[in-house]
């Protein structure tokens, strides 16, 4: 493994959708859990999929496909969910699969492709080029304004 001066890298926990790669900063998520039920909530947004019940804590969930303005999907349980840690309580991400935590170099950072379409443009912070796949970088805070 690289080792990198700390200052340098940035971690982030990543994700799919689709064959889309996401990620989010690693210091954002305070956990990640299978979950099998959603309490459904009456009259609430479309991306607001409901409430989850994690160790007695009720933690809304956010169906982050629909807050992409991505293909909706119906979905099948178990669904795997990012717990984001946020100042007021914690906020749940429903996403298709996990991926890993990776470190990326700080410099190495590109702004979102014109290119990207299906995908809310706004919410991406920037773009890092891998191997195999370009991962966007969410920006937390205006995926949370619902």
């Known amino acids: 493994m690289i080792q990198y001066p700390i200052q340098q890298v940035s971690q ?8 889309h790669l996401f990620g989010i900063d690693v210091k954002k998520v305070q956990e990640i859990i299978i979950c099998n039920d959603i309490t459904k909530v009456p009259l ?3 991306e607001a999929s409901g ?16 807050r992409l303005k991505m293909t ?3 979905l099948k ?21 996990i991926g890993d935590v990776i470190y990326i170099e700080k410099d190495s950072y590109e702004p979102p492709p014109e290119t990207i ?7 991406i912070t920037c773009v890092y080029k891998l191997e195999e796949h370009l991962l966007l970088i969410l920006d937390i805070q205006k995926i949370l304004e619902v």
Do not use: M, W
Not at 83 to 89: R, V
């Open 12 to 19: 982030f926990c990543t994700f799919y959708l689709d064959s």
């Open 44 to 46: 609430a947004l479309e």
């Open 51 to 66: 409430l989850i019940h994690l160790r007695g804590q009720i933690i809304a969930v956010i169906d982050l496909r629909k």
């Open 72 to 74: 909706s999907v119906k």
């Open 77 to 97: 349980f178990p669904v795997y969910n990012i717990i984001l840690k946020t100042e007021e309580e914690p906020v749940s991400l429903i996403v298709d699969e």
């Open 117 to 123: 379409s299906g995908i809310s443009k706004e919410l």
